[in-house]
């Protein structure tokens, strides 16, 4: 994941939402900023810890939010442990089924291409759904994004719907053979040219944050959400987030998609990423019992049922979310693919800010049965 730019130097506190199976299927973004990293035992290091990979579906909003319905939210990680992120400078988590299948867990021992541990050769021209690992996709071209968002609090507990946008999608994120399937890359926020990437060697980014993805097909569709922590550091700048809005299924119909900020959720993009309407979309909240923000029916025009996820049938395009953005500052964004683009969260306090960024991933993903 690569997130650069000018960051209030914060605290933060990291949502992510994973979307894959059960212990060994779903997927969770393991860092040392991730909540219930040692599973919800006091005083127990659980090596195989898997709490945060478990889908939500069918909750009340109380249970799902930030993953509550098993504590994870009160397992916060060990003191000074953060996801560290340069505010002009990138990241990258690891996704995985189990944290035994990260270099979080028994030295890195275990870990391979997939999130399961192992290379699978054979899944790379399957045309089937895939269930080892159940990463609820046929192949690399059907699988579909994930998204991270932010959120700049004082306490996780103040991190809701209505603060939280997301300001990174990244594409194919759980099975894009163009790099390590485990490790996932994303692009970062800029604006203007005085914003552009410096990507510090060595630099691994993370903010408190969530990850979200919604599969294309391949089961029923879950939610999934679970809370990191970061140290952002770097200078300020001048410009505040909007509020987002939720997300909506715009696909063949650009004009009613929603631009800007988002909320969290997820379904195939929607509309070119650069349109300059702002109305900051939330992420996509999905499939529970109350707090969903987004509902879809019927096929899309491929003639597969509609799931709501991180792409252009939703509004979400591949890479930064340049239009999240409100203040006097109007420069308007310019599509970019560099990894290490720079993301620029402005604050007015000019650096004397300090609080929790959640950067909160929502999952919706598909549970095979």
């Not at 000018?6 to 060994?24: E, K, M, Q, T």
């Not at 990258?92 to 391979?112: M, P, W």
């Not at 930064?320 to 720079?342: E, L």
């Amino acid at each position: 994941m690569v997130l650069a730019g000018r960051l209030w130097r914060s605290r933060v506190a990291f949502i992510a939402i994973n979307l894959c199976g059960i212990s060994l299927g779903h997927i969770a973004a393991w860092t040392k900023g991730t909540y219930c990293l040692n599973g919800t035992t006091p005083g127990v290091d659980d090596q195989n810890s898997h709490l945060i990979v478990d889908p939500l579906y069918q909750l009340h909003f109380n249970d799902w939010w930030m993953h509550h319905v098993d504590n994870c939210d009160q397992f916060p990680p060990a003191p000074g442990d953060f996801l560290e992120i340069p505010a002009l400078g990138a990241f990258t988590v690891e996704h995985a089924v189990n944290r035994a299948f990260t270099t979080l867990s028994y030295d890195g021992q275990n870990i391979a291409t997939y999130p399961d541990g192992q290379d699978h050769p054979d899944l790379e021209n399957s045309q089937e759904c895939i269930q080892q690992p159940n990463i609820h996709t046929q192949n690399e071209s059907m699988a579909a994004g994930s998204a991270f968002a932010i959120s700049y609090t004082s306490n996780l507990t103040e991190v809701t719907p209505t603060n939280l946008v997301v300001f990174s999608v990244l594409y194919k994120s759980v099975i894009d053979l163009s790099y390590v399937t485990r490790l996932n890359p994303y692009n970062s926020v800029h604006r203007g040219e005085d914003s552009l990437p410096i990507r510090p060697p060595g630099y691994l980014l993370a903010h408190r944050k969530a990850w979200g993805w919604v599969p294309n097909g391949c089961g029923t569709p879950n939610m999934y959400m679970h809370p990191l922590r970061c140290n952002v550091t770097g200078p300020t700048g001048n410009l505040s987030l909007a509020q987002p809005q939720p997300p909506v299924w715009c696909e063949g119909n650009v004009s009613a998609c929603t631009n800007g900020a988002k909320q969290v959720g997820g379904t195939p993009h929607c509309v070119d990423f650069w349109l300059t309407t702002r109305n900051n979309p939330k992420m996509i909240y999905w499939n529970q019992l109350e707090g969903n923000n987004i509902g879809v029916s019927g096929q899309d025009l491929s003639g597969a049922p509609k799931f709501p996820g991180y792409d252009m049938k939703c509004g979400f395009a591949d890479g930064p979310q340049n239009d999240i953005f409100s203040g006097s500052d109007t420069t308007s964004p310019s599509p970019t693919t560099d990894p290490s683009a720079a993301l620029r969260l402005w604050d007015q306090s000019w650096g004397k800010y300090v609080g929790i960024v959640l950067l909160t991933a929502v999952a919706l993903a598909v549970n095979l049965l």
